[in-house]
């Protein structure tokens, strides 16, 4: 029997997988989702996150820190 084999495109990843994708602790990531400071999807209790929207976020934090500020 011939089986075919099908690419499965995972589109979010779980939150112990997110923190170690921004290099942070799981329960830093949890903390940041409570006060809103990243982005992610709700499913129930679980916290979902996209690695692309991920990357942005990083970005964004990115350029916010290397702004010179006002004296």
């Given at each position: 029997?011939?089986?075919?084999?099908?690419?499965?495109?995972?589109?979010?990843?779980?939150?112990?997988?997110?923190?170690?994708?921004?290099?942070?602790?799981?329960?830093?990531?949890?903390?940041?989702?409570?006060?809103?400071?990243?982005?992610?999807?709700?499913?129930?209790?679980?916290?979902?996150?996209?690695?692309?929207?991920?990357?942005?976020?990083?970005?964004?934090?990115?350029?916010?820190s290397t702004v010179p500020r006002a004296a």
């Open positions: 029997m011939l089986e075919t084999v099908v690419n499965q495109v995972k589109v979010t990843i779980t939150a112990k997988q997110a923190a170690q994708y921004i290099g942070c602790s799981y329960w830093s990531l949890c903390e940041m989702c409570k006060r809103g400071e990243v982005p992610f999807i709700s499913v129930g209790k679980k916290r979902l996150f996209r690695e692309e929207a991920l990357l942005r976020w990083i970005t964004e934090r990115e350029q916010q």
